[in-house]
């Protein structure tokens, strides 16, 4: 398992957006939870760039590059061409320098890998006539074609990546016990590098914005530094490579068609599906713009902002044709020859009547209730539904469905509750009010919104909540145009400029407590009147009962007075 990309559910907030813009939809959601399937990835990273909520992590190799410098390996960087872009004020001459106080022992250019890459592209479409020749430079290419459209992965040309080529040269010339990092704008390179048939070229893979964290993790202040070259002599044009039409080949009588970003990749592979070309070279990148629009630069600088920084480097360095000879005699001696076959994914093929059973689960009953409107991720819900099927996506992902879920189990709760509510606005014009409340008033639901509160209630609580911008809770009050005692809870609702009321018929109960005060006051009066008759038998026959009448008199008293607080208290 590669794990480059992974999730901070933590942070996910559920809005799907990544599973849209997921070209291949390889992204699983389980417990509402995203976890990316490797063996669908094709590692553009689209996930990464889009994602709202900063959810997704990139595996990083700081660590381990850090690692190999303290233990005293020979580090080589292999610095991608379109790094000019990403030094803003930035001497490039310095920025190399930086890299070797660091400690890369060496740096050079990747462009070195795809000079020969590009001398062997040449190569192969001179001595294999075929209707179509596809660049096979980038690896989220290479892996969309051979996993989903493996049809026409005969059209890839059957040679190693630059940054392979590149691995493979300089572990030639310095040593197979070197560690070589790549460093470039490219999160699938972090895969490629990780592919069975690479292991051990590439060591480390680095974005620019990795290592501008690390330059300043250790304190080194470009500006100041002193003007280092590279490692390598200047080779002319192929600076060009990480802008499109980059592959500059001379074809006699080919064609050449230039294409990047994935949306456009999908158009092309659908008219070589349908026969719609032939005779041509197609140099196929699937980020906008080629690889000055992958995601791993430091700055967020526009796409032709970057193109014209690389074209103003590249016309500083000039050819040299001596190291060029150096090169490629070097590499006599790699083997730069590379095997595309289809991987055959194993999906789980529904029937149409588990398909059908699943969108009624989604509420998509009928062909109608099928409104395709992407917001779970998938373009149409029959998509959607086939996802739930292979496990990659869960029924409740379904946001029309779940609004009207919820609003119907709302609307259930708003009307079947005993309880009155009203919902007004800061005008006082009734918004929504319940079939309850409207059978208080005596009206119509429908008669009743956007009429003024005020004709039928009392608004004075009303008017405290606004002025305060604080809710009543737990208030008694009498409606005595309903007679009626309530419980009112009166909330205020900032956000939506609104107060909901909803109150609690407590007629009943205070009709029983009334009942129950005049029991009290009943026994209250008869206490009291045997207290004045023992008093008028006490002054008769004072001297026989004198002690126990007084007796008596305090008790009936007392009996009394307390009766009258339990009066006062309710």
């Not at 014009?429 to 956007?450: F, P, Q, T």
């Not at 029983?512 to 008869?526: A, D, G, L, S, Y």
Request: with cysteine; proline share 2%.
């Amino acid at each position: 398992m590669k794990n480059i990309l992974n999730f901070s559910n933590v942070n996910c907030k559920h809005c799907y957006k990544c599973i849209r813009h997921c070209p291949v939809k390889a992204i699983k959601m389980e417990k509402d939870k995203a976890y990316i399937v490797e063996d669908l990835c094709i590692g553009c990273g689209g996930c990464f760039k889009v994602c709202p909520q900063d959810s997704k992590k990139i595996k990083s190799d700081l660590g381990q590059v850090k690692e190999y410098i303290k233990l005293g390996y020979k580090v080589v960087a292999s610095l991608a061409p379109s790094f000019i872009a990403d030094l803003e004020g930035i001497d490039y001459k310095k920025f190399i320098t930086a890299l070797k106080e660091i400690g890369f022992y060496k740096v050079e250019e990747t462009i070195v890998g795809a000079k020969i890459v590009a001398d062997m592209y040449k190569k192969y479409i001179s001595n294999n006539k075929q209707k179509i020749y596809i660049s096979s430079c980038c690896p989220t290419i290479n892996y969309f074609i051979t996993k989903y459209h493996g049809g026409i992965s005969k059209y890839l040309i059957p040679v190693q990546s630059p940054m392979i080529a590149h691995g493979k040269y300089l572990k030639e010339k310095y040593g197979q016990d070197i560690k070589v990092v790549f460093i470039g704008p490219c999160i699938s390179k972090k895969y490629e590098a990780l592919d069975f048939e690479n292991r051990g070229i590439i060591d480390k893979v680095l974005t620019f914005e990795e290592c501008f964290n690390l330059i300043k993790e250790l304190e080194i202040d470009i500006n100041f530094l002193s003007e280092s070259d590279f490692d390598n002599k200047p080779l002319g044009d192929i600076c060009l490579f990480p802008i499109e039409e980059g592959i500059e080949l001379d074809l006699d009588n080919i064609n050449k068609i230039k294409v990047s970003g994935l949306d456009n990749v999908k158009d092309l592979i659908e008219s070589i599906n349908n026969n719609e070309l032939e005779n041509v070279f197609i140099e196929m990148n699937s980020c906008s713009g080629s690889c000055i629009g992958g995601i791993g630069f430091k700055n967020k600088k526009g796409i032709y902002y970057r193109q014209n920084k690389v074209k103003e480097y590249t016309k500083k360095r000039v050819l040299h044709e001596t190291f060029l000879d150096e090169v490629r005699e070097i590499y006599r001696n790699i083997d730069l020859n590379k095997k595309f076959e289809e991987e055959k994914l194993k999906f789980k093929d529904p029937q149409e009547y588990e398909i059908r059973d699943i969108l009624i689960s989604m509420g998509k009953k009928t062909v109608k209730d099928e409104l395709n409107c992407g917001a779970c991720g998938y373009d149409t819900c029959r998509e959607k539904a086939i996802a739930v099927y292979r496990g990659l996506a869960e029924p409740h992902m379904c946001m029309p469905y779940m609004k009207d879920r919820v609003e119907a189990l709302s609307n259930v709760i708003f009307e079947v509750t005993p309880n009155y509510i009203v919902i007004i606005g800061e005008n006082f014009k009734i918004i929504d009010i319940n079939n309850s409340m409207a059978r208080v008033i005596n009206k119509e639901r429908k008669e009743l919104i956007g009429e003024y509160i005020g004709d039928y209630i009392d608004i004075s609580d009303f008017i405290d909540i606004l002025c305060n911008k604080t809710s009543i809770l737990s208030k008694k009050i009498k409606w005595k145009e309903f007679n009626k005692d309530i419980i009112g809870n009166m909330i205020y609702l900032k956000e939506h400029r609104a107060i909901i009321g909803i109150y609690s018929d407590i007629t009943n109960e205070e009709n029983q407590k009334k009942k129950f005060r005049e029991v009290k006051i009943n026994t209250i009066n008869t206490a009291q009147n045997i207290i004045e008759k023992q008093m008028r038998v006490a002054q008769e026959i004072a001297s026989l009962l004198g002690e126990t009448t007084a007796e008596t008199k305090v008790i009936l008293t007392r009996l009394k007075e307390l009766a009258m607080k339990g009066d006062e208290e309710d």
